[in-house]
């Protein structure tokens, strides 16, 4: 059965007890699709030692590329809030888009015309089987919250934006904030 809570276009935050998880620590993924088959969302706060240019030489730009998740890192995937630019792209929500005509986007950034606040790359993806993600919920592995900053989170998601969503939520959450990534190094 599909949760009603879990909606495309929300986030999920890691909780601080998923210490050690590779993929996930400390990660906020933007929950791109949900249905009776499955989640998919991407990591937004795991950028990666590489730009689009080192993985496509013809794509003249440093745009950052970020860890998606765990499945299919040979694959390259982007979100935006551009879709006026780039068609055949799908709606997550509130003004952000997934995919759409790759040879046009390359075209775009090229010229100068898509920004880093317009676009985000992903190597992979995050992927749950049915009612997997939520028995992860019940499991208490993620944090639920709406995404505030609707079609304004790409330029927003930061490698420190774990840490900020934390200190949002304040109560028993606020000392994990300032804890090291891995406890046993404290």
């Known amino acids: 059965m599909i949760s009603e809570k879990l909606k495309k ?27 009776s088959e499955g989640s998919v969302g991407f990591i937004l706060n795991k950028p990666l030692k590489y730009t689009i240019k ?9 745009f950052k590329i970020y860890n998606g998740g765990p499945v299919e890192q040979d694959n ?10 780039i068609p055949d ?9 997934w995919g759409g005509d790759f040879d ?17 790359f992903f190597l992979g993806y995050t992927g749950w089987d049915s009612e997997q993600l939520e028995n992860e919920m019940q ?26 969503k934390i200190v949002e939520l304040g109560g028993e959450y606020l ?9 046993i190094l404290n």
């Open 9 to 35: 276009g929300h986030l999920l935050i890691a909780e601080p007890s998923i210490i050690g998880d590779l993929s996930f620590n400390r990660s906020v993924i933007l929950l791109a699709d949900h249905n």
């Open 54 to 62: 080192d993985l496509l030489p013809e794509i003249q730009s440093d």
């Open 76 to 85: 390259l995937y982007f979100i935006h809030n551009v879709p006026d630019l």
């Open 89 to 97: 792209s799908i709606e997550i929500s509130h003004g952000i888009f």
């Open 104 to 120: 046009l986007t390359k075209d775009l950034i090229n010229n100068g015309i898509l920004k880093k606040k317009n676009i985000r």
């Open 139 to 164: 499991a208490s592995s993620w944090i639920l919250t709406d995404n505030k900053y609707e079609n304004k989170i790409l330029g927003k998601a930061s490698a420190h934006f774990w840490k900020e």
């Open 175 to 183: 000392i994990w904030s300032n804890a090291p990534e891995n406890p």
